[in-house]
T-cell receptor
């Protein structure tokens, strides 16, 4: 079945440093979604990318969808302590479009 | 808009008992999904439902687990004869259409003792 891997698994950064997480799918995706889960919380939808090579920005967050639509990245500029959490990418799988979540990247920001 | 409502937030069951988890999707959302998350792990798909129909249950164990989304009322995830390995956070999510971003509920943390 479809596999969605993310690297790194964990990342510790000093506040103010940049952070990037990478997402790779074993199959071509029609779209990619990104979610953030705070410690003890639930996943919160951030964005969906649909087009090959698409780049979208949300304040300090930049999302990119690869040309082959099999990989994606999330880059955070100048991290803040509020960015702490686990970031998941997710892509549709199966004929019914359910979403398969990536393995996640847990971000810790050191003040 | 109340969002996706899950209850209870925490549930403790003894081995062998039944657990019933409830989920009311966002208003206007007809697609409901259940995911399970073990501590420090990712979200594993369990089942995808629309009103009165199970669309995809490929992630649900064949034994002891069942789900429904009746015409009236919330979606229910039922776990019979719970075992310690069922302890996890169970998240429900909904979307207005297939292929769109999900809105998650706050989850039910199940502990089997």
């Amino acid at each position: 079945g479809q596999q969605v891997m993310q690297i790194p698994q964990y990342q510790h950064v000093q506040e103010g440093e940049d952070f990037t997480t990478y997402c790779n799918s074993s199959t071509t995706l029609s779209n990619i979604q990104w979610y953030k889960q705070r410690p003890g919380g639930h996943p919160v939808f951030l964005i969906q990318l649909v087009k090959s090579g698409e780049v979208k920005k949300q304040k300090r967050l930049t999302f990119q969808f690869g040309e082959a639509k099999k990989n994606s990245s999330l880059h955070i500029t100048a991290t803040q302590t509020t960015d702490v959490g686990t970031y998941f990418c997710a892509g549709p799988s199966g004929g019914y479009q359910k979403v398969t979540f990536g393995t996640g990247t847990k971000l810790q920001v050191i003040p | 808009n109340a969002g996706v409502m899950q209850n209870p937030r925490h549930l403790v069951r003894r081995r062998g008992q039944e657990a019933r988890l409830r989920c009311s999707p966002m208003k206007g959302h007809s697609h409901v999904y259940w995911y399970r998350q073990l501590p420090e792990e990712g979200l594993k798909f369990m089942v995808y439902l629309q009103k009165e129909n199970i669309i995809d249950e490929s992630g649900m164990p064949k034994e002891r687990f069942s789900a429904e989304f009746p015409k009236e009322g919330p979606s229910i995830l039922r776990i019979q004869q719970v075992v310690r390995g069922d302890s996890a956070a169970y998240f429900c999510a909904s979307s207005p259409r297939s292929g769109e971003g999900y809105t998650f509920g706050s989850g039910t943390r199940l502990t089997v003792v």
